[in-house]
C-alpha cells in the first residue's frame, strides 16, 4: 500500500510520481504546511509585536513612575527644607525676642536701680521728693521708715500727725549720686550714697567737706491741739492757717539753708582762687627791678671798652711801619691806660697787650714833614 509522507512534504517518492492522486495529495499537504508555516510565522511575529509593545509599554511606565517619584521627592525635600528653615527662623527670632526682652528687662531693672528709688511699689527718681515725685527733695528724715525725703510741702502733710510731729528735719546740701550697676548686679541693696555738687578738685572737696557740715535743726513745734468742743469749721480754717504758717516756715528754712551752703562754698572757691605769692620772690622781685648805675660796674665797662679799642690799635699797627712819633704817642697812651688798669679791678679787666692807637692828624703830619 502506497503511503504519503505527511512529515515532509517536499519528498517524492516513487509512487507518488506513479500516481496521480499521490502526487495531488502531496501538493495538496505541501500547500496546506505552507500557509501552516506562514500562519504560524505572523502569529509569532504578532506575539513578538505585542511582546515588544508590552515591553515598551512598561517601560516607559516604569520611567514615568521613576521620574514622578523623583519630582515628588524633590517636592518633599523642597517642603521639608522650607519648613526646616521656617521652623529655625521661628525659633531664632523666639530666641532673639527673649533674649531682648530679657536684655531689656535687665537694663530696665538696672536703669530703675541706678536712677531710682522704689518707695511703696512707685518708682521715684533719685533725688525728688519721695511722697509727691515732682518737687526736688531738701529736708531728709532718718526716723520716717518709707519716706525719707521730701519737699517742704510733703514734709508739712506727712510730720503733722502726733507719731511723726517731733521728727528732726535734716536739710540736704548735697544732691543723691546714681547708685554703680555692679551693686545692683550682686543683688546687694544699694546704699543711698550722696556727693557735692561741684568738684572741681581735691583741695576744694576737702574745704567743702571741712566747712560745710549738715547742722541738725528741729521744724518748730506745731501749735497746741485745740478742744474737741469746737465747731468742724472753726477747726478747719485754723488747721489751715497751721499748715500755711509751717510751710513758709520750712521754706524759709530751706532758702536759709541753701544760701549758708553757697555762701560757704563761694568761700571756699575764693580762697582757692586766691594767689599765693612766697615773699622771697618778692624780694628777689623788687631786688630785680633797681635798674639804678653802679659806679664800679660803669668803671669796669669803661676799662674793658678800652682796653678792646687798644688791641684793635695794635693789630692795625702791625700792618704799618712805626715811626718815631708814632712809637712816642703810643708809649704815652700805653702808660695812660696802665695807670687806669691798675684803678680797676684785676678780676674784671681782661689781659690784653701793648696797646698801640692809630695815629692822630697831627702826628700824620709830622711824620710827611719828617
Not at 199 to 218: N, Q
Request: hydrophobic share 35%; net charge negative.
Amino acid at each position: 500500500m502506497t503511503t504519503v509522507n505527511s512529515t515532509n512534504p517536499d519528498i517524492l517518492t516513487p509512487e507518488m510520481v506513479a500516481n496521480c492522486e499521490l502526487h495531488s495529495l502531496q501538493q495538496r499537504a505541501k500547500r496546506n504546511a505552507c500557509s501552516q508555516s506562514i500562519e504560524r510565522d505572523v502569529e509569532q511575529r504578532v506575539k513578538a509585536l505585542n511582546a515588544q509593545v508590552q515591553r515598551r509599554v512598561h517601560d516607559m511606565e516604569q520611567q514615568i513612575e521613576a521620574n514622578t517619584r523623583l519630582i515628588q521627592e524633590v517636592a518633599q525635600r523642597k517642603v521639608e527644607r522650607r519648613a526646616r528653615i521656617t521652623r529655625e527662623q521661628q525659633a531664632a527670632s523666639t530666641i532673639q525676642r527673649h533674649a531682648r526682652g530679657m536684655r531689656g528687662r535687665r537694663q530696665a531693672r538696672e536703669q530703675r536701680a541706678e536712677f531710682f528709688v522704689m518707695v511703696r511699689g512707685r518708682a521715684i527718681r533719685r533725688g525728688r521728693c519721695e511722697e509727691c515725685g515732682d518737687e526736688r527733695a531738701v529736708l531728709e528724715c532718718q526716723q520716717c521708715e518709707e519716706s525719707v525725703r521730701f519737699c517742704p510741702t510733703c514734709w508739712v502733710h506727712v510730720h503733722s500727725t502726733r507719731r511723726r510731729k517731733n521728727h528732726v528735719a535734716i536739710p540736704m546740701t548735697a544732691v543723691v549720686v546714681p547708685t554703680p550697676v555692679r551693686e545692683v548686679d550682686e543683688g546687694l541693696d544699694a546704699p543711698r550714697k550722696v556727693a557735692t555738687t561741684k568738684v572741681p578738685s581735691k583741695v576744694r572737696v576737702v574745704k567743702a567737706e571741712a566747712t560745710i557740715e549738715p547742722r541738725l535743726r528741729a521744724l518748730p513745734s506745731p501749735q497746741a491741739k485745740h478742744s474737741m468742743t469746737r465747731e468742724a469749721e472753726s477747726v478747719a480754717i485754723d488747721t489751715m492757717h497751721e499748715d500755711e504758717a509751717e510751710l513758709e516756715e520750712a521754706c524759709a528754712l530751706a532758702r536759709s539753708v541753701r544760701r549758708e551752703v553757697a555762701g560757704a562754698e563761694a568761700a571756699a572757691i575764693a580762697q582757692e582762687e586766691e594767689p599765693q605769692v612766697d615773699p622771697t620772690l618778692l624780694e628777689m622781685a623788687t631786688d630785680s627791678a633797681d635798674m639804678s648805675p653802679i659806679p664800679e660796674v660803669e668803671a669796669d665797662f669803661a676799662a674793658g671798652m678800652e682796653a678792646v679799642e687798644c688791641s684793635g690799635d695794635v693789630e692795625k699797627a702791625k700792618l704799618e711801619e712805626p715811626t718815631p712819633a708814632l712809637q712816642k704817642e703810643a708809649a704815652v697812651r700805653m702808660e695812660a691806660a696802665g695807670e687806669h688798669r691798675d684803678e680797676g679791678t684785676e678780676e674784671d679787666s681782661p689781659a690784653v697787650g701793648p696797646v698801640v692807637e692809630e695815629p692822630t692828624d697831627a702826628g700824620r703830619e709830622a711824620d710827611a714833614s719828617a
